[in-house]
């Protein structure tokens, strides 16, 4: 058995070739399958620092507005209107703003301040 036919350890980072030949465009299918629907994302602005807590609920918050978010169509009325508008909500005395965008599909951290005991 010569070295390249012997089965790969695992972990080891030798590259994999495929010997297959495709008679097939596969790059075509798989650009028609990115094409379809890209999901909201999340991002956090550089140098957001929030308690591991917080930053935990407000990504699941987060994400599930963004799979809200998904099913509406592009141009729905609700995605135009709020398309860059910066919203707040409050998380465990935090006041966090965002933003979301249409294109590209995502939901923008902008800032966070943490708000006083006493109201």
Not at 72 to 85: K, N, P, Q, T, V
Request: charged share 30%; hydrophobic share 40%.
């Amino acid at each position: 058995m010569t070295a390249s036919q012997q089965p790969k350890k695992p972990g080891s980072r030798q590259p994999c070739f495929s010997r297959h030949t495709h008679c097939e465009c596969v790059a075509a299918k798989a650009a028609h399958r990115l094409a379809v629907r890209v999901p909201f994302t999340i991002a956090f602005a550089r140098g957001l620092r929030l308690p591991r807590t917080v930053k935990a609920r407000l990504d699941r918050i987060l994400r599930d507005l963004g799979e809200w978010l998904d099913v509406l169509a592009d141009d729905s009325a609700y995605l135009r209107a709020i398309d860059g508008e910066v919203t707040e909500i409050n998380v465990e005395g935090w006041r966090i703003s965002f933003r979301v965008d249409r294109h590209p599909r995502g939901i923008f951290v902008t800032g966070a301040d943490r708000r006083s005991a006493v109201a």
